[in-house]
T-cell receptor, first 115, second 117 residues
């Protein structure tokens, strides 16, 4: 099976702009989680989607939003970009049908730089 | 709230030797999973090993094993016969197994492991 793919891999945006990142999970996986990775804060959970519904949300401002489509692909959007949004954004997919032992498979990430 | 602490920002090991990475966590819950993830430079994060809190036996995966001390809330990773390919950032992570946040991994800040030839 193909792994988790994220597009684009690199992105440079200006403060105030908005950005949309995309994640395609492993075929058959219906759960997608998003994480932000920065040198200062480390890895922080953004949100999780399962069957097109947001199931869980981390402690991020409302400028961060996401959605999931019927084919399980997910997008996250950041509006009114700030310099502090510069980070590696990781997507992880999982197969919840495995029960509690399910594993999260991570994508390569999207490196966002805000100038 | 649950927290995960990795007290060693950097570690170094000689090739073929053994190294232990430390992780402690804080939780009032009893049903959870603990994980070690490896993130090589500019490469994807991959799962190294997982431990279910209810299992007393320590998990092992080839050269990787854990020392899970539930009462002490400690979850260390031992890498035996270290190889150059083991050089990476290692993250300890916690995940609860009930309620609405079971998909949420809580990560430590990571330990950068260097392997010397």
């Amino acid at each position: 099976k193909a792994g988790v793919t994220q597009t684009p891999r690199y992105l440079i945006k200006t403060r105030g702009q908005q950005v949309t990142l995309s994640c395609s999970p492993i075929s058959g996986h219906r759960s997608v989680s998003w994480y932000q990775q920065t040198p200062g804060q480390g890895l922080q959970f953004l949100f999780e989607y399962f069957s097109e519904t947001q199931r869980n949300k981390g402690n991020f401002p409302g400028r961060f939003s996401g959605r999931q489509f019927s084919n399980s692909r997910s997008e996250m959007n950041v509006s009114t970009l700030e310099l502090g949004d510069s980070a590696l954004y990781l997507c992880a997919s999982s197969d919840r049908s495995m029960g509690w032992a399910y594993e999260q498979y991570f994508g390569p990430g999207t490196r966002l730089t805000v100038t | 709230a649950q927290t995960v602490t990795q007290s060693q920002p950097e570690m170094s090991v000689q090739e073929a030797e053994t190294v232990t990475l430390s992780c402690t966590y804080d939780t009032s819950e009893s049903d959870y999973y603990l994980f070690w993830y490896k993130q090589p430079p500019s490469r994807q994060m991959i799962l190294v090993i997982r431990q279910e809190a209810y299992k007393q036996q320590n998990a092992t995966e080839n050269r990787f094993s854990v020392n899970f001390q539930k009462a002490a809330k400690s979850f260390s990773l031992k890498i035996s016969d270290s190889q150059l390919g083991d050089a990476a950032m290692y993250f300890c992570a916690y995940r609860r197994n009930y309620g609405g946040s079971q998909g949420n991994l809580i990560f430590g800040k990571g330990t950068k492991l260097s392997v010397k030839p």
